[in-house]
């Protein structure tokens, strides 16, 4: 049981005779639960009974009563050590307040001169960047103050040298700026105002408005303008034989309308004309055919009438060979039984039908 709660003093960089004056605090519970492990022992190894059970809460409440005795010892430890540290870090405190002024004191006798030198180079430095911020520095050299006079007399010069040059190279660019400017303010005029004569501009590029010479400029408008005036005066003869073609055309095409017209009316009058002669052809051929057909319909039925009465004369000695058609004609209507239904169906149709030709023959 000590083997399993043993701890080395050499993991937490204690030395072992301090480390066994703080062992000895728990070595009394620890003996306690050396004496408990025999009867824990004896109980796991017992069979389950009603007294073993009673064995087994008593076993536990002693071990309760070991480890909350470890924990008060445990607690009583650390608030010693506690209340230790906190009074050696008042010794450490106090020493530092009373060390920290005269050391202090002595620091700045120590570095007087050093300080006076600090002094000057920062003062010499802001002095310094005063006059670079003239020319517009945004970097300031950290070494600044600690340049002796030659090289910052020289760092100073190149800083104007090239302000200067930052200088004029925005001033010629400015003025190159205006000068575009300008010349694409007169090209954009130059271009409204030659705009109507554009198409009649030969020989130049308008983006050259800007920069071209005043009296080539007007060299070029001027014949523009004159070539404008020759198409203008051009497009107006070709305008006006155009109408005068057109007029002709309108003229020539009237005649043509009438004279079609005057050929549409007189066809118009022949086929009216040969329309009417057939027209009373027609009714002369109806009036001759319905003739006809009379005559053929009174002589059919003249016949009729002549078959009729030989018919009737015939059959006057045929009565009893009527009867016995009849007879006949009544008896195939239930002759015969069918067992499909189409085929009912279709003796059903037969039987009225034997029913009309014998309602035609008695009639």
């Known amino acids: ?16 005779n301090k480390a066994k004056q703080i062992s000895d605090m728990f070595k009394p519970m620890l003996d306690k639960m050396v004496e408990l492990e025999k009867e824990y022992n004896e109980i796991v190894k017992g069979d389950i009974s009603k007294e073993l059970c009673i064995e087994a809460k008593a076993l536990r409440l002693r071990y309760v009563k070991v480890r909350t005795g470890t924990a008060a010892i445990h607690q009583e430890l650390k608030q010693f050590y506690l209340q230790g540290g906190r009074f ?27 300080i006076l030198e600090e002094n000057r180079i920062s003062k010499l430095r802001e002095k310094r960047t005063t006059e670079l911020e003239k020319y517009g520095v945004e970097f300031i050299p950290p070494s600044l103050g600690e340049m002796s006079e030659d090289v910052w007399d020289n760092y ?50 308008d983006t050259d408005f800007g920069k071209m010479e005043q009296g080539v400029y007007d060299g070029f408008l001027s014949d523009a303008k004159k070539k404008k005036s020759e198409y203008e005066a ?46 009373k052809i027609q009714e002369e051929n109806d009036r001759i055919a319905k003739e006809l057909n009379d005559k053929r319909i009174a002589e059919e039925k003249a016949e009729a009438e002549r078959l ?18 009849i007879n006949d004609l009544e008896s195939l209507k239930t002759k015969y039984q069918f067992t499909s239904q ?11 039908l034997l029913d009309k030709v014998i309602a035609h023959i008695i009639k």
Do not use: C
């Open 1 to 16: 049981m000590e083997t399993l709660v043993k701890i080395n003093a050499s993991d937490y960089g204690l030395e072992e």
């Open 88 to 114: 050696v870090d008042g010794w450490k405190n106090a020493q530092l307040m009373a060390s920290e002024g005269i050391e202090n004191k002595l620091s700045s006798i120590e570095r007087h001169y050093d």
């Open 156 to 205: 100073l010069t190149g800083t104007k040298a090239n302000y200067q040059a930052r200088i004029d190279a925005e001033k010629k660019a400015e003025d190159e700026r205006i000068q575009k400017e300008k010349e694409e303010q007169l090209r954009r005029f130059r271009l409204a105002e030659s705009a109507p004569f554009a198409q009649f501009i030969l020989g130049w590029d």
């Open 234 to 279: 051009k497009q107006e003869q070709i305008r006006k034989d155009n109408l005068r073609l057109q007029k002709e055309a309108e003229e020539k095409e009237l005649k043509r309308i009438a004279e079609e017209k005057k050929q549409q009316e007189k066809a118009e009058k022949e086929r009216k004309q040969h329309e009417a002669e057939l027209k």
């Open 308 to 325: 009729v009465n030989i018919e009737a004369e015939k059959n006057k000695g045929d009565a009893d060979k009527v009867r016995d058609l």
């Open 342 to 352: 189409k085929n009912k169906v279709m003796y059903s149709n037969i039987q009225i």
